[in-house]
């Protein structure tokens, strides 16, 4: 069902926009609660889903350069310098420590107050934005670099003499 819902969200607004309605309805429902005419959350449920798509737009967006550019910083490494393989483990080992701590720090240690907009909440957001995207620009360097015994060895010939 999450996967369903994921998909009309991107790609079929009208389509969640009814389902957001029907599954609040439901809940509605099950806790006796009153929200006023709920069919008349159709227009505010459709900009709540193109507001989401449009950030879900820009996170495809920032995650596609930052890899991209780091395939390049890769590649201007591994053609100009040597890079051992324990270079490049310190490389990988940092990658997952930024990676780690973006993510945990989000999941696992925010605070939140009712509106969510206090300058604490603020600054948690851009700061596990930032350290993901770094992150994922260290990740895709440690993923693309080479190491210099690999840089360096000897390609076959065609006729098969090293």
């Known amino acids: 069902m999450g996967i369903l819902n994921s998909v009309k969200m991107l790609f079929f607004p009208k389509a969640f926009a009814r389902a957001e309605i029907k599954e609040s309805k439901r809940q509605v429902a099950e806790e006796n609660a009153v929200f006023g005419d709920m069919d008349e959350w159709y227009e505010e449920t459709l900009k709540r889903a193109a507001k989401k798509r449009k950030?879900?737009?820009?996170?495809?967006?920032?995650?596609?350069?930052?890899?991209?550019?780091?395939?390049?910083?890769?590649?201007y490494i591994n053609i100009n310098f040597n890079v051992g393989i324990e270079h490049l483990r310190y490389v990988?080992?940092?990658?997952?420590?930024i990676v780690g701590w973006a993510v945990l720090g989000r999941i696992g240690y925010e605070t939140q107050t009712?509106?969510?907009?206090?300058?604490?909440?603020?600054?948690?957001?851009?700061?596990?934005k930032i350290l993901y995207?770094?992150?994922?620009?260290?990740?895709?360097?440690?993923l693309f670099l080479e190491p210099a015994s690999f840089n360096n060895q000897i390609q076959p010939t065609p006729d098969g003499a090293g």
């Open 55 to 75: 950030g879900k737009l820009i996170s495809l967006v920032l995650v596609a350069a930052s890899s991209i550019s780091a395939f390049f910083v890769a590649k």
């Open 92 to 97: 990988r080992l940092v990658a997952i420590i």
């Open 114 to 128: 009712m509106d969510g907009n206090t300058l604490l909440e603020q600054t948690s957001e851009s700061t596990f």
């Open 133 to 142: 995207l770094l992150g994922i620009f260290v990740t895709t360097i440690a």
